[in-house]
């Protein structure tokens, strides 16, 4: 079993910024796929930003790309999303989520671990 805990969340103001961080246990955190999702009330979750084991590949929607930076230490067990020029559209709970996989990819549905989830509101 994975537990993913997400923390950072916050409610901020248009144009700063907020780093997400995403700590993990229970499974071998070198070897997994990363990846932020986010859900705004009345929307389905969708995909942020993911990050291959080895930090190599990375992936982003394209609503962010430019914007946020995602990342990993996998000796501390984290990974962090850097969230600049935040905008009131990025409002949202953010979910860390993990898969049993090294490769990045796009799709929630390949993401078998999820974390609670933490909000970030983003005043305009």
């Known amino acids: 079993q994975v537990q993913l805990i997400e923390s950072g969340g916050g409610l901020v103001q248009a144009g700063d910024s907020l780093r997400l961080s995403c700590a993990a246990s229970?499974?071998?955190?070198?070897?997994?796929?990363m990846g932020w999702f986010r859900q705004a009330p009345g929307k389905e979750r969708e995909f942020v930003a993911s990050i291959g084991a080895n930090s190599v590949i990375t992936k982003f929607a394209d609503s962010v790309k430019g914007r946020f930076t995602i990342s990993r230490d996998n000796a501390k067990n984290t990974m962090y999303l850097q969230m600049n020029s935040l905008k009131h559209e990025d409002t949202a709970v953010y979910y860390c989520?993990?898969?049993?996989?090294?490769?990045?990819?796009?799709?929630?549905?390949?993401?078998?671990?999820w974390g609670q989830g933490t909000q970030v509101t983003v005043s305009s």
């Open positions: 989520a993990a898969r049993a996989y090294p490769i990045a990819t796009m799709t929630l549905n390949s993401f078998a671990y």
């Open positions: 229970g499974r071998t955190f070198s070897s997994s796929a």
